[in-house]
């Protein structure tokens, strides 16, 4: 079988598609079937060079622009990503493996979605007049320079457009590299981009293994490093960036509780418990994986679960009836599987899944533990796959510093129907971003990030424009001036 995957060139730099075949191999696999279907190299550090020149070149004209001009650019861009939907879902179902009921419904469009409103934002950002008696003091809010995003694998196409968007909306260039696993949407929006009028240099794509990200975070031309990784590849870059005193945002991984309540609607209860673990196969990172059942729903919770799960369509996933597909990668299935493992030797009971699927590909069963406890593994660190650990409580007072006992702060959700605990709990969660009743929506007028080691920064809505830009005060004297001497 031949795919239609394979890029006309691993990178895309200054407006065009760059090769150089002396940099390291990186084969592209698609996950539903192990087959390698495109290759792309690592950049060498002559395509560094080459991105990081095109990219400080073309930053000084692109900020000249209005607002105006770059949002109608970026608004543009949207319209097309909107146009091509079909094509560039089956291309991130072909990169990532997840569904394309899934891909076809939340990457490009919500590339798009973020490519509109910060299109739509960019002439509205002002700097603010301050009245100091006759004197005063106007703000300037100026582009950072070079933007470095670095994405990763689970949402290519997602994580390019989200990073992109704002930096450029605010008259910043980008470098971008996506993950090695998931080399091919991203090159994708970089097209995109150019086509809809974004100068030459101003969007570019660079493939690359970690070395690559690394020589570009130190390399004094970058102004500011958008990292979407995972916490020990957070501490590395966010060390690296700070020796050159560069902005940063940081959005990594988490080990999220999802609380509900003996009160709560029982199927969005496990409508949410779904949607916070097995979309995309278990890989979100702000999946909430520590499911606190309080007692008195937790058997029926359970049943239900179960039920629901068998009707999960396990298969194809560029077939639109599929709605479970494989781990993107048979690395990232092998870690999954340690920690299943790991969950049956430290006496998690398994309900449901934690084996293999019979077929080619990199599929896992979803997979649930009941009865597991906070100390346990599998309660502690980040899967990054489709595992639920399933936690018992009594009353709000003991889950509450549970939920909170984690050294991640990404996201939180409650279902409950009491309306007070409801707003009091997400009050109480020490996370970036908190759902009741719902879990997982990310749209883009809303902001997104983590606390405590989930992340620094916000990536979606006005909250964003604050992580690419900064300002500069001008202070203006309207009388005579004394000095001292
Ligand atoms: P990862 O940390 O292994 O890699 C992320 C990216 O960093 C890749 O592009 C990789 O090549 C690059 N990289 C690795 N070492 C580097 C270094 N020393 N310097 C510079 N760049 C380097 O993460 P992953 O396995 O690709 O993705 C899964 C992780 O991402 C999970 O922890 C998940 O929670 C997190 N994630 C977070 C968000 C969020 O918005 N908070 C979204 C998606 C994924």
Redesign the pocket.
Known sequence: MTYPTQPTASHFIGGKYVEDTAGTPIDVIYPATGEVIGRVHSATPAIIDQALTAARAAQAAWAAMTGTERGRILRRAADIMRERNHDLSVLETFDTGKPYQETSVVDATSGADALEYFGGMAATLTGQHIQLGEDWVYTRREALGVCLG??????PTQ?ASWKGAPALACGNTMVF?????TPLCALKVAEILFEAGAPAGVYNVVQ???????A??SDPRVDKVS????????R??YA?AAAGIKHVT?????KSPLIIFDDADLENAVSGAILGNFYSSG????NGTRVFVQKGIKDAFLARLSERLADALIGDPQDPATSFGPMVSAR?MEIVQGYIAKGQDEGARLVYGGDRVARGGFYLQPTVFADVTDDMTIARE?I?GPVMAVLDFEDEAEVMPRANDTEFG?AAGVFTRDLTRAHRVAAGFEAGTCYINTYNDAPVEAP???SKQ??VGR?NASAAIAHYSQLKSVYVRMGDLEAPF
Not at 177 to 181: A, D, I, N, W
Not at 208 to 214: I, N, T
Request: hydrophobic residues 35%; contains cysteine; aromatic residues 8%.
């Open positions: 670095i994405g990763a694998w689970n949402y994580i590299k996506p993950s090695e696993t690359g293994l970690g070395d690559v990200g690394a570009l975070v990292l979407t990784g995972s916490v020990p590849t957070g590395k870059v690296a940081m959005e990594l991984g988490g890989q979100v990172c702000s990232q980040e990054f990404l997104f990030g983590g989930s992340g990536e």
